[in-house]
T-cell receptor, first 113, second 108 residues
Framework: KAGVTQTPRYLIKTRGQQVTLSCSPI?????VSWYQQTPGQGLQFLFE???????NKGNFPGRFSGRQFSNSRSEMNVSTLELGDSALYLC????????????FGPGTRLTVL | DAKTTQPNSMESNEEEPVHLPCNHS???????IHWYRQLPSQGPEYVIH???SNVNNRMASLAIAEDRKSSTLILHRATLRDAAVYYC?????????FGTGTRLLVSP
């Protein structure tokens, strides 16, 4: 069974631009979560989707948004990029939510210049 | 904000047991306690999870306090490959809470 895939793996953008990251969960998984990881802040939760509905949201500004499609694939978008948005963005999928194991993808490394 | 509280770092010698504590005083009755670890240059990976009772699997054991406000991840015999950051996470309905993790250093 294929694991969680994230595209692109690496991305370089400039301040003020916007970016869209994609995550394909493991087949059959309906829950997708997004995390931001930076050296200074560690792993921080962005949001979680289940069956196309946002179930949880972390403390990030409105520039960060996401969505989930009917096939459980998910995208996250960051508008008006800032230097501080440079990070590794991780996606994780699970069958449902509370009691299930999350499987993480390799991440997308975003660099904002 | 609600969060789990973990020590920033811990050290262990190879082949010794390691007890990684986590405080989660904001836990609700239906919240699951999950532990994940992140090895250098890799994404987080699942270690173990539980609800009320202690849990064992091939990687580790999870001891949950009777009031569920704290838990301890137990690595029975640490190896160099166990050096990682360990995250304690609460997952519930519309709830996902975790802290900054514990960096485990293992010496030969």
């Amino acid at each position: 069974k294929a694991g969680v895939t994230q595209t692109p793996r690496y991305l370089i953008k400039t301040r003020g631009q916007q970016v869209t990251l994609s995550c394909s969960p493991i087949s059959g998984h309906r829950s997708v979560s997004w995390y931001q990881q930076t050296p200074g802040q560690g792993l921080q939760f962005l949001f979680e989707y289940f069956s196309e509905t946002q179930r949880n949201k972390g403390n990030f500004p409105g520039r960060f948004s996401g969505r989930q499609f009917s096939n459980s694939r998910s995208e996250m978008n960051v508008s008006t990029l800032e230097l501080g948005d440079s990070a590794l963005y991780l996606c994780a999928s699970s069958l449902a939510v509370e009691s299930d194991t999350q499987y993480f993808g390799p991440g997308t490394r975003l660099t904002v210049l | 904000d609600a969060k789990t509280t973990q020590p920033n770092s811990m050290e262990s010698n190879e082949e010794e047991p390691v007890h990684l504590p986590c405080n989660h005083s904001t836990i609700s009755g239906t919240d699951y306690i999950h532990w994940y670890r992140q090895l250098p240059s890799q994404g987080p990976e699942y270690v173990i999870h539980g609800l009320t009772s202690n849990v064992n699997n091939r990687m580790a054991s999870l001891a949950i306090a009777e009031d569920r406000k704290s838990s301890t991840l137990i690595l029975h015999r640490a190896t160099l490959r166990d050096a990682a950051v360990y995250y304690c996470i609460l997952r519930g309905f519309q709830k996902l809470v975790f802290g900054t993790g514990t960096r485990l250093l293992v010496s030969p």
